[in-house]
């Protein structure tokens, strides 16, 4: 095993995939607990097909670096998403999967009268973490640095909004201004993970590290230190399985936060019982 | 003196009208004074204006920024994990809004308090397996932190048994008496309400109808 590892570790592209992938782990599992708490574990998902549509019609004009394209229409569509969640008829929810499947089969239709579905397509889809170009790399350490920076300066407001926003709001901060944070900053981490991820299953790494944690841990710091380590042991884990077996990275990386997920259910119910 | 001064109030929603009409009244330090009035008579947005979570309202209201509330329990989601700890440190949280940590005197204000309220030694445990009664004595002492002078409560025994309901009633009359702290309080629950508060504000659809003491109110006030 450790000479499989240090024949890993010679390859330039794994040294760059695992430094990109440590980062995106880390920021997804961070703010996953806040939007889990706050009922907006959807948010991610339907951020990520948003990012699928937008590239796929990026490509299709010809753009060379659709990420750069990609980045702002994601986090106004997560602004936008926010405000219909807030004052509309349509609840959330709803929103959030009208959004989504639309901004998806636009992305489909427009692969179809273009490129049709060629391995970018199916990149984008299914991640290709060992393709990322050296540009896509030093923007997701970039984002991913904002990311955490922001996380740990914003950690005691975060918990008092996520707890309680009437209480929040009460005391002078500006609960919405930290969900919009929030929403900006997940949209962020979705567009630079959906490279090494793809569009299919970004939004679990977002979400499972966190639903993990709060199985066994009680305490709010806990869970978030938790779902940090778990959600880049999950990746570790899951970049060795698919380096041995030649599996989808994105997929093991998923397929190892689920096993992590029954582990600790399991703990859970004996520690319970 | 007055903590509280509101002068002419009114407030109206988008989709209801004049929720609060030409409101007048004082809260007085060190008093114990309970809301009381119908459903939809005006009761919580009267609390929401006096805490600035309602924008747009037409009047003065005079009081200090530094308020503990307890807002009603229905707002905290089931299965949060967090401490009580971390759930009444984060009352501190508007002394001082701009620093990353918490400061030394925040947790030892948080310290103070919680073991005023006994709830110290459980300190670790997670809010969300506590019993209801329990919960609301750590939200009472996460307000504490927010403030030296008052807290305002919103339907603080709501679906609390009667023995529970007391003993909340008994903390806030000795939070009252013996650390002078003023406690304005919603409530439905008007009969055991009554016995501990001193005085007493009616309001019926967005007006005033009564404002005074416990025992005039109980004397001719009060109605139905």
């Not at chain 1, 918990?159 to 609960?175: C, H, I, P, Y």
């Amino acid at each position: 095993m450790i000479g499989t590892i240090s024949e890993m570790l010679s390859h330039a592209f794994i040294q760059r995939a695992l430094l990109v992938g440590i980062l995106i782990s880390l920021c997804a599992a961070l703010l996953g607990v806040s939007l889990v708490l706050k009922r907006y574990s959807m948010i991610g998902d339907g951020l990520s097909h948003v990012g699928f549509g937008i590239l796929t019609v990026a490509t299709a004009f010809g753009a060379t670096s659709p990420l750069y394209i990609a980045i702002p229409c994601v986090t106004i569509a997560a602004i936008v998403l926010l405000k219909i969640g807030n004052n509309s008829k349509i609840k959330s929810d709803s929103a959030i999967a009208l959004i989504s499947s639309s901004a998806l089969a636009i992305g489909v239709a427009v692969t179809s009268l273009t490129t049709g579905m060629n391995t970018d397509v199916c990149n984008f889809m299914f991640g290709s973490i060992l393709a990322m170009s050296k540009s896509d790399v030093v923007l997701s350490i970039i984002v991913s640095i904002i990311v955490a920076a922001l996380f740990i300066i914003y950690y005691r407001k975060l918990f008092v909004v996520t707890f309680d926003e009437e209480f929040a709001k009460a005391s002078g901060l500006k609960a919405k201004r930290y969900t919009s944070i929030i929403a900006v900053l997940t949209a962020l981490i979705i567009v630079v993970g959906m490279r090494m991820m793809g569009v299919m299953l970004i939004s679990s790494i977002i979400i499972f590290p966190a639903l993990t944690s709060m199985r066994i841990f009680k305490s709010f710091k806990k869970v978030v230190i938790s779902s940090a380590i778990v959600s880049i042991v999950s990746f570790l884990i899951g970049i060795y399985l698919s380096y041995i077996y030649n599996i989808s990275t994105g997929a093991m990386i998923v397929i190892v936060n689920l096993v992590l997920f029954i582990l600790f259910s399991i703990i859970d119910k004996i520690i319970h019982d | 003196m007055d903590l509280i001064q509101i002068k002419d109030l009114s407030f109206s929603y988008p989709a209801k009208k004049d929720t609060l009409k030409h409101v007048n009244l004082k809260v007085q330090k060190g008093t114990f004074t309970c809301i009381v009035g119908e459903n939809g008579s005006g009761k919580s947005t009267l609390i929401k204006c006096i805490l600035g979570l309602n924008k747009g309202y037409t009047g003065k209201i005079k009081a200090d920024r530094r308020i503990g509330y307890l807002p009603q329990k229905s707002h905290i989601q089931t299965n949060f994990p967090a401490t009580i700890e971390e759930v009444v440190l984060s009352g501190t949280i508007s002394n001082n809004v701009r620093s990353i940590f918490y400061k030394k005197e925040d947790k030892e204000k948080a310290k103070q308090v919680m073991e005023r309220l006994g709830i110290y030694d459980i300190r670790k445990k997670c809010f969300a397996d506590l019993s209801g009664g329990q919960q609301q004595r750590v939200l009472i002492a996460r307000a504490l932190c927010a403030t030296k002078d008052i807290i305002i409560l919103d339907e603080p025994t709501n679906g609390l048994d009667p023995t529970i309901a007391k003993q909340i009633y008994e903390l806030l009359d000795k939070l009252k008496t013996e650390d002078k702290i003023t406690i304005l309080m919603v409530s439905h629950d008007i009969e055991r309400a009554l016995s501990y508060a001193d005085t007493v504000i009616e309001l019926s659809n967005g007006e005033v109808t009564f404002e005074g003491t416990t025992k005039d109110y109980k004397k001719g006030g009060a109605k139905k």
